[in-house]
């Protein structure tokens, strides 16, 4: 027969491994991972569905702080939320920015990292030794400034820089090739447009001024960087996520990823 004790202790233990997984995944030990696989950098899957990236590196570094194991789900980026809600996987790990739109369909972890803005000139420009927005702000007065439409970084120039003359592009490589060929002063763009087109012979005469611009400098256009995405009301699950996060931004892992893959530190504080 077996004791009481024996029964009592095997129920404990159901318990705490239950507690364990409960919010995490129907599956015991498991979190499942919905990103796209096809934004190089940031979620990369291979023939075998394989995940690398960014993102990939923060799923499995969350993973490991809750002791669970990763599994991704890859499929395109504009069907992550209606899948999650039909509970393919339990929470969205892809770049995915925290906008008021997507916040009356999904809850959202913390934020934990955002692609960090720069002005591009000429490394002869007496503009590239400026070290403050407030001193770009006064010195791009009558200067041609280009940016591409439709973006946060646009509405975040149209706002700031009231005195330039602001020219907007459809295309990035629109963009860096007018920089380039002189036809504006300063290119305003994100840190991946910077370090592609630096590396470039046309970029070589070019330099970033050296002062980074993160969402929460202007959150009211910038938004609020990226966070992890889970259904509404798994209080539980959120907690353990932004927990963990708030670990790996504080251990320097975010970071390190983001040096990894960007060459940049694109970590938001947790607060």
Not at 135 to 155: C, D, H, M, P
Not at 182 to 190: K, L, Q, S, T
Not at 231 to 243: I, M, Q
Request: hydrophobic share 40%.
């Amino acid at each position: 027969m077996i004791s009481s004790n024996l029964i009592k202790s095997a129920f404990a233990t159901s318990l705490l491994l239950c507690a364990l997984a409960t919010g995490a995944s129907a599956k015991d030990g498991v979190l499942r991972i919905g990103t796209e696989g096809d934004a190089p950098k940031f979620s990369m899957a291979d023939p075998s569905g394989n995940v690398t990236g960014f993102d990939a590196d923060i799923a499995n570094g969350i993973c490991a702080e809750l002791k669970l194991k990763c599994e991704f789900v890859v499929q395109t980026f504009s069907s992550l939320v209606p899948s999650m809600d039909k509970d393919r996987f339990d929470v969205i790990i892809s770049g995915l920015g925290i906008t008021a739109e997507r916040q009356k369909k999904i809850d959202y972890s913390i934020p934990y990292a955002t692609t960090p803005l720069y002005f591009a000139v000429a490394k002869d420009s007496p503009l590239a030794g400026l070290k403050s927005l407030a001193q770009i702000e006064k010195a791009l007065q009558g200067k041609s400034v280009g940016v591409v439409t439709g973006t946060t970084y646009a509405r975040f120039m149209e706002k700031r820089m009231h005195g330039a003359d602001l020219k907007t592009y459809d295309a990035v490589t629109q963009l860096t090739a007018d920089l380039a060929s002189g036809r504006i002063d300063v290119a305003f763009a994100d840190s991946p447009t910077w370090m592609d087109f630096l590396a470039t012979a046309d970029g070589a005469n070019f330099t970033r001024i050296d002062l980074k611009i993160m969402a929460m400098d202007a959150p009211d256009v910038l938004g609020h960087g990226m966070g992890v995405g889970m259904r509404k009301g798994n209080t539980e699950l959120k907690t353990k996520v932004d927990a963990a996060l708030c670990k790996m931004i504080n251990d320097g892992k975010v970071k390190e990823a983001s040096m990894q893959w960007f060459q940049d530190d694109y970590t938001i504080p947790c607060k």
